[in-house]
């Protein structure tokens, strides 16, 4: 069958690094092609050079047979390509319905029309398997999950012959993840082709058809079979090196000292009367679907949310509430599931991100001592292995797995009594995760109460000490990681019925 589309010998340079060094890409219609590479190998810069949203230094791309060069996302948009980025690119202020036909609203004798717009929307979503979400909501309101699900939606109406999918999956619950993979099917069997990209290898085996592996900016790999190369071999391919996808094993039992106390906690319409105590070296893990009230009750335990009832307690002594001034006094620290807008100042080096919290060590007289904070910083990005090595490169720059290593610097450099991590492997490769993997582990060992939101069951059942399973705003199940399995997890907070 003849290519759809074809990248030959795409290089671009920024400044002080090389992203892409001669990548090559070939993608037939009706196929998924899965685009793999570790954090940082290359794959959103391609992404975003056949997007239109950079300009090749050298190379060439061929669409339906045809040379093109794409000086603009939109015209990459009008050629039939569309993207749907991991970081999404819509528009918060405007409703469900203006996000979908957002640059191809339906109009008439120059006049837009707002109902055929929402009828549009409306029909993508059920297509989709989510009638629920309301097309004039505004785009703010819904969980990260629903707008994935919108942004998904804005791609289909643009009726686009290539569709690629960055990390689409990340925030998806695994019921949401069999419905992505029935929209993709019917996609294909239309004979629109998807470049899917995922750090979930597990996914290639059920959704790929072939795949293409990058690694430091090169192609290492082209047209795979998907569902028959061995995952140690993909792993190789992506590092270079064997890595056994295991969990570290405990180095000692929790402390019987209790760290984190919380009692009777509660937010109407989110999560209510919930209770938990961490001791000194536990793992908690708190399993539960998307929407469940697990990143609530992380936020609100660290005072970004302000809770109408119950307490939190850090070594005996009762947190401010809604006040993460009072939580990061008593020496605790919060990873964001939402590490652009919520952990991350895009703009600054990474040497500002990651000594944020602990400036006041590093000032003289009212003065910064730059010198102390970039030795400070590089010294924890080198153990976490943050690439590129430059504390001064703005963190923007930074791939979506070494701005996460960033965020958790940012608390290895600070110190922590009680660490709160949301999705914390969330778009890292299986590389960078065995790593934040031993990080964990680490910080556990050394006397850190952890708490851990995963959408990944065998995540928490691996990493945790104990695991609360919540459903609906509630914990319906606590008990030892030992004592439960992903498919008793997943029926726990799938179905609750006669379960507690």
Aim: charged share 25%.
């Amino acid at each position: 069958m003849a290519a759809l589309l074809t990248m030959r010998g795409i290089v671009k340079q920024f400044p002080g690094v090389r992203a892409l060094d001669g990548v090559d890409l070939d993608v037939e219609p009706g196929e998924v092609h899965c685009l793999l590479g570790q954090n940082g190998a290359g794959k959103s810069t391609l992404i975003k050079v056949l997007a239109g949203a950079h300009r090749p230094d050298a190379g060439e791309i061929t669409f339906d047979g045809q040379p093109v060069t794409f000086a603009s996302p939109q015209a990459a948009d009008q050629a039939g390509i569309a993207t749907i980025y991991q970081e999404l690119d819509l528009v918060p202020g405007l409703s469900v319905a203006e996000n979908v036909v957002l640059g191809h609203e339906p109009a008439r004798l120059g006049f837009t029309r707002p109902r055929d717009a929402e009828e549009r929307a409306r029909e993508l979503l059920r297509r989709l398997g989510h009638p629920e979400i309301p097309a004039r909501r505004e785009l703010g309101r819904l969980s990260a999950a629903g707008q994935q699900v919108v942004s998904m939606a804005r791609a289909l109406a643009r009726d686009a012959r290539l569709i690629v999918m960055d990390e689409p999956s990340a925030v998806l619950d695994p019921e949401e993840v069999q419905n992505l993979f029935r929209v993709i099917r019917e996609l294909t069997a239309d004979g629109v082709a998807i470049v899917y990209i995922s750090h979930r290898l597990e996914e290639i085996r059920q959704i790929g058809d072939r795949v293409t592996v990058l690694k430091d900016g090169r192609t290492v790999a082209r047209n795979l079979p998907g569902r028959d190369t061995p995952t140690a071999e993909v792993i190789r391919l992506m590092t270079g090196r064997s890595i056994e996808y295991v969990f570290p094993v405990r180095a000692a039992e929790p402390r019987p000292d209790v760290v984190l106390e919380v009692d009777g906690l509660t937010r109407p319409g989110e999560f209510a009367d919930v209770s938990f105590t961490v001791r000194s070296g536990e793992v908690v893990g708190l399993a539960g679907l998307v929407g469940s009230g697990r990143s609530e009750i992380l936020e609100t335990v660290y005072g970004a949310r302000k809770a109408t009832a119950g307490s939190v307690r850090v070594h005996g002594r009762a947190l401010r509430p809604g006040s993460v001034p009072s939580a990061v006094r008593a020496r605790m620290g919060l990873c964001p599931e939402e590490r652009k807008s919520q952990g991350l100042l895009l703009a600054e080096p990474v040497s500002r991100n990651v000594s944020l919290p602990a400036l006041r060590r590093f000032a003289r007289a009212g003065f910064l001592g730059r010198d102390a904070e970039l030795s400070a910083v590089g010294d924890v990005t080198a153990q976490l292995d943050v690439r590129p090595a430059d504390p001064t490169r703005p963190v923007r720059t930074l791939s979506g797995g070494n701005q996460q290593k960033v965020v958790l610097a940012r608390w290895l450099l600070q110190g922590c009594d009680v660490l709160l991590l949301d999705e914390p492997t969330r778009g890292v490769d299986v590389g960078a995760r065995t790593e934040i993997y031993a990080l964990i582990r680490r910080l556990a060992d050394s006397g850190v109460a952890v708490v851990m939101v995963s959408s990944e069951v065998p995540e928490v059942l691996g990493l945790s000490d104990r695991v609360l399973v919540v459903r609906e705003g509630r914990v319906v199940r606590t008990a030892p990681s030992a004592d439960l399995d992903e498919s008793r997890v997943l029926d726990l907070v799938m179905e609750g019925t006669a379960h507690g």
